[in-house]
């Protein structure tokens, strides 16, 4: 079987993911599944996985962690997955990944959906993560106003406000 050029830059991005390490071959697949979860599910489903509305409770700052080094090796994956990735891999699905490692990782963090317009006007979006001080994807988000958040601290998971779900019926237009 002969394979051409793209074919060769794909096998040498997956064996840069799988020397880059263990953390970072999972990142790699969640990158992935992210992708196919933002292109095949409505944002509604989405934003409902992703768990609590954060926004308003305090303000949508990062819950502080006491565990920045595991929020830091998170990170790290994440920034080896993408640059190994073969699919374009932008903040939403790098959120999306850094969300699905942090929560068995323990690791409290806000996912922060933010929005700013270009220099044309133009409606910017972008979304990042941060854990306490750590900015585990998306990086600072500088410039983007917080437009909905989800955080999640240990303990507290699995519950949702009924404000949430009553902002995300009003959202869907029920």
């Excluded at 790098?94 to 933010?114: D, K, Y």
């Amino acid at each position: 079987m002969e394979h051409g050029p793209a074919t060769g830059f794909r096998v040498r991005r997956v064996r840069s993911a799988l020397v880059a390490g263990p953390l970072a071959v999972v990142a790699w697949v969640l990158l992935a599944l992210a992708r196919v979860a933002i292109a095949l599910l409505p944002f509604g489903l989405v934003r409902r996985l992703l768990g609590e509305d954060g926004l308003g409770d305090d303000g949508g700052g990062a819950p502080s962690t006491a565990r920045p080094e595991r929020a830091r090796r998170v990170a790290g994956a994440i920034a080896r997955a993408v640059r190994s990735s073969p699919w374009r891999a932008d903040c939403y699905p790098q959120a999306i990944a850094a969300r699905l490692m942090l929560v068995p990782a323990r690791v409290p963090h806000t996912l922060v959906f933010g929005v700013r317009r270009d220099t044309a006007g133009a409606l910017l979006a972008h979304v990042w993560v941060e854990a306490g001080d750590v900015r585990v994807a998306g990086g600072r988000g500088a410039g983007f106003v917080p437009v909905g958040s989800f955080s999640w601290v240990p303990g507290r998971a699995g519950r949702r406000s009924p404000r949430a779900d009553v902002q995300l019926l009003r959202d869907h237009g029920r």
